[in-house]
C-alpha cells in the first residue's frame, strides 16, 4: 500500500509523482504489441514508473484516464498549421501558433520547416527557431531548412528562381552554433567539396531530397555522414532494373532514415507497404502540412501560385501537389489502413523512428522510465484527445 495526497490506495507500491495517465491500451513505441491498463507516472518532467494498474485504482490516485497513448508524435517536417505558414512569418510567435495547430492533431514535437527562399532568407526563420527554443516553447525541438541548395531538376513546388549552390558564407552560417536541432534538406550532388563533412561535424542532420542524384552518389554522401532522404518517392530519382536512383538507396541502406508522407496522395500504397517492409525502424511519418491544418483557410498563395484545398489534397492550378493536409494522428490511421501494418508499428514510425533520426532517442520516443514525459492521448479511433509535453498536459482546443 501507498500513501498518496494523503490518501491509502490498494494495490500499488511506494512511488512519488506529481501527475499520471492510466492507458487502457500503450503503444510504448519500442514494441509492435500494446500493453493494456498501464499507469505512467510524471514527476519534474520525466516519466518515473510505468506499471500495471487498474481503472479503479488510477481514477483514485487523480489520474487521466485514456482509451490509447502513445509516446508524443514528432513531427520532422511542417511547413505550417493554424492559419499559419512558417514561410510567411518566421517568427517565434508564428511557431507557438504552429506548434498549437500540431498539437491538435497529436504531434507533441515538431520540426517546423521553412522552405526556400531568396538568398539568405533563411536566416530569419534560424533567428525565429532560436528565440523560441530560448523562450522553452512547448514542442519545438529545432529547425527544418529544406532548401534552397536543391537540383533545379527537382524543384517540386519550390520556388525555380531562388533555387542555388550552397556557398562558403551560407556554409559559415549554417555551422554556427544554435541551441537545437538544425536539419537541413538538400540535393547532394549540387553540394562543393568538402562541404557534407563540414555540415556532420558541426551536427547538422543532413538529408538528401529534391535531387536528382544517383544511387553511387546517395551512397559516397552516407559514408560522408547523410543521414537520410525528405519525402520518400517525392522529388528524387526513382528505381529502375539498372539504376536504384535516391529511392533504392534509401530502401537498400541499412542506416539512412526516411520521411514519408502518408496522406493518400503522395504515395501509392503499394510504395508505402514496401517502405514499411524494407525500413521498419528507420522510416519516419511526417505530415508535409501547411497553414490549412487545423485552421479556417482553405487557399493561399505560394509563389505566385494559388493553392486550393479540395478534398483534403492542396494543389495548385497545374495539379501539382503543393504540401499536405494531414496531421499526424490521422498518419498513423492512414498508414495503417494503407500497408496493413500494426499500429504499434506505425506509432514507432512517428515516436521512436524520428526520435533516433534526430539524435534524441535518449529522451524522446519511447515510454521508458526517466525519459521526457512527451505522450499523446487519444480515442479508440487514434483521434487526439490531450499531448502531455514534457510533463505538462497541453490544450488541443478538440
Known amino acids: ?47 518515473t514508473r510505468v506499471s500495471a494498474c ?17 509516446p508524443g508524435l514528432i513531427d520532422l517536417q511542417i511547413n505550417g498549421a493554424n492559419d499559419t505558414q512558417f514561410n510567411f512569418e518566421p517568427s517565434a510567435d508564428a511557431l507557438e501558433r504552429i506548434a498549437e495547430g500540431a498539437r491538435q492533431g ?11 527562399a531568396p538568398d539568405q532568407d533563411y536566416r ?14 512547448s514542442g519545438i525541438l529545432g529547425i527544418h531548412l529544406e532548401g534552397p541548395f536543391l537540383s533545379p ?30 536539419m537541413l534538406t538538400l540535393a547532394p550532388e549540387t553540394l562543393p567539396a568538402g562541404y557534407l563533412e563540414s555540415l556532420n561535424r558541426a551536427g547538422i542532420i543532413v538529408f538528401a531530397g529534391h535531387t536528382a542524384a544517383d544511387a553511387k552518389t546517395i551512397s559516397a554522401a552516407e559514408a560522408k555522414g547523410l543521414r537520410g532522404v525528405t519525402h520518400l518517392f517525392n522529388a528524387m530519382s526513382q528505381m529502375s532494373g539498372r539504376e536504384p536512383g535516391v529511392v533504392g538507396a534509401a530502401l537498400a541502406s541499412d542506416v539512412l ?20 517492409q524494407c525500413m521498419p525502424k528507420r522510416l519516419c511519418l511526417v505530415s508535409d502540412a501547411m497553414l490549412t491544418l487545423k485552421g479556417t483557410l482553405e487557399r493561399f498563395d505560394l509563389n505566385g501560385y494559388d493553392i486550393r484545398l479540395e478534398n483534403g489534397r492542396l494543389t495548385n492550378s497545374e495539379g501539382r501537389l503543393a504540401g499536405a493536409h494531414i496531421a499526424m ?10 500497408t496493413g501494418i500494426s499500429v504499434g508499428s506505425a506509432v514507432r514510425m512517428a515516436t521512436a523512428n ?23 492521448l487519444m480515442d479508440k479511433d487514434l483521434r487526439t484527445t490531450a499531448v502531455i509535453v514534457d510533463g505538462k498536459k497541453m490544450q488541443t482546443h478538440m
Open 257 to 276: 532514415y526516411a520521411g514519408i508522407i502518408p496522406d493518400g496522395y503522395h504515395v501509392a500504397p503499394e510504395n508505402l507497404k514496401i517502405a514499411a
Open 329 to 338: 494522428d490521422e498518419c498513423l490511421s492512414r498508414m495503417c489502413d494503407a
Open 354 to 376: 524520428p526520435a533516433a533520426a534526430l539524435g534524441l532517442d535518449d529522451q524522446l520516443g519511447t515510454v521508458v522510465v526517466n525519459k521526457r514525459a512527451s505522450l499523446t
Open 1 to 47: 500500500m501507498s500513501i498518496l495526497k494523503g490518501r491509502k490506495v490498494p494495490g500499488t507500491s511506494p512511488t512519488s509523482f506529481e501527475t499520471s495517465v492510466f492507458a487502457h491500451t500503450l503503444y510504448d513505441g519500442q514494441s509492435d504489441d500494446p500493453r493494456h491498463n498501464q499507469l505512467i507516472e510524471i514527476a519534474r518532467g520525466c516519466i
Open 106 to 116: 497529436g504531434a507533441a514535437y515538431i520540426m517546423p520547416t521553412f522552405i526556400t
Open 54 to 70: 487498474t481503472e479503479f485504482n488510477a481514477t483514485a490516485l487523480g489520474a487521466t484516464i485514456s482509451d490509447v497513448v502513445t
Open 124 to 137: 530569419q526563420a534560424l533567428d525565429a527557431a532560436s528565440e523560441a527554443i530560448s523562450q522553452d516553447m
Open 153 to 182: 531538376q527537382r524543384p517540386g513546388i519550390h520556388d525555380p528562381s531562388a533555387i542555388r549552390q550552397m556557398t562558403q558564407r551560407d556554409l559559415e552560417i549554417l555551422c554556427a552554433p544554435f541551441p537545437g536541432k538544425l
